[in-house]
């Protein structure tokens, strides 16, 4: 009998023991795939958390640039024909800057808003991409030859700087006796007033010419004043800048027709009502011309000539 119990005990004891084996194996398997994907998961973890504070930065990185690029002042240079800021950005292919040298001789230029009509001589130019410049004294313009979409500079000194000087003066508004410096002799809106010279010589104004004299055999500084003047008829004058693209500019002065020519159909007045009146316009040889038969404004824009 005890013989038995001993066999029975050692058959379950056995089993037993395979058993816990089997048992303990499969624990540790599955205690060691629990760390396994714990560990996975807070790598997971980790990863998800660093490239969460990654794309934060990156964002802020972002805002702040785009901020500072939104705020920042940007020092905008003033171009020929108001052109302003990235000038290739706009699809010109030439641009004009015009220089003037300092009246107080220190060697440097100031750019202004077009080629000068007195007081002033032809430097020279530079063009950026090696363009080649050609300025008429006689017609007062340029030409230019493109190698490629290009800036052109070009300078004037002062003539005569050490002998005389002219000061172009233009009233500021209507019989207010204030008058301004200005760059060129004005050709519409004003009406020569008089003239003055510190050390009295003799200056003469050649109206239809647009041209000023000075008789004289000393040094001096003038002055010539131009009033603001009464009209019944006011103009806006626009010009092409590139042929056929119809891209007009605002302009001060009346060019040349050699250059320009009439767009009666963009060419209109209105009166004070802002209706549209017939008038016959007409331009030649640098002058505009209408008819209004009241008070009217005229926007008038003139085509470059092929």
């Known amino acids: 009998m005890k013989e038995k119990i001993i066999t029975i005990y050692e058959e379950y004891k056995n089993e037993f023991l395979n058993y816990y084996r089997n048992f303990k194996n499969s624990a540790i398997s599955y205690f060691n795939n629990i760390k396994n994907n714990f560990k996975v998961r807070e790598k997971r973890k980790k990863y998800l958390i660093f ?38 950005d706009k699809n010109y292919d030439y641009v004009l800057l015009v220089y003037l040298e300092n009246a107080n001789d220190n060697g440097e230029y100031h750019l202004v808003s077009d080629i000068p009509t007195i007081g002033y001589t032809y430097n020279g130019y530079k063009c950026k991409n090696n363009s080649i410049l050609n300025y008429d004294n006689t017609l007062n313009n340029t030409s230019v030859t493109l190698n490629e979409k290009d800036v052109c500079s070009i300078y004037f000194d002062l003539k005569n700087k050490f002998d005389i000087t002219v000061d ?16 060129n002799i004005p050709v519409f809106g ?57 891209d007009y500019i605002e302009r001060l002065s009346i060019p040349s027709n050699i ?29 505009i011309e209408t008819t209004a038969s009241e008070i009217s404004s005229c926007e008038i824009y003139l085509d470059k000539n092929a």
């Open 51 to 88: 490239s969460g504070l990654g794309a934060i930065v990156a964002i802020l990185i972002i805002n702040l640039f785009t901020s500072l690029a939104f705020y920042r002042s940007i020092n905008s240079i003033p171009i020929v024909h108001a052109i302003v800021g990235n000038i290739f």
């Open 168 to 183: 172009v003066m233009i009233e500021e508004d209507i019989g207010s006796d204030t008058y301004k410096l200005t760059d």
């Open 190 to 246: 004003y009406v020569y007033s008089h003239y003055e010279c510190d050390n009295n010589n003799e200056l003469n104004y050649d109206s239809t010419l647009h041209k000023i004299t000075l008789k004289t055999n000393k040094k001096d500084n003038c002055r010539i004043y131009f009033a603001k003047q009464v009209s019944d008829v006011t103009i806006r004058l626009f010009t092409e800048y590139t042929q056929g693209k119809n």
């Open 259 to 287: 250059e320009y020519h009439l767009n009666n159909e963009r060419s209109s007045c209105k009166n004070i009502n802002n209706e549209r009146i017939d008038t016959n316009i007409t331009y030649t040889d640098g002058y």
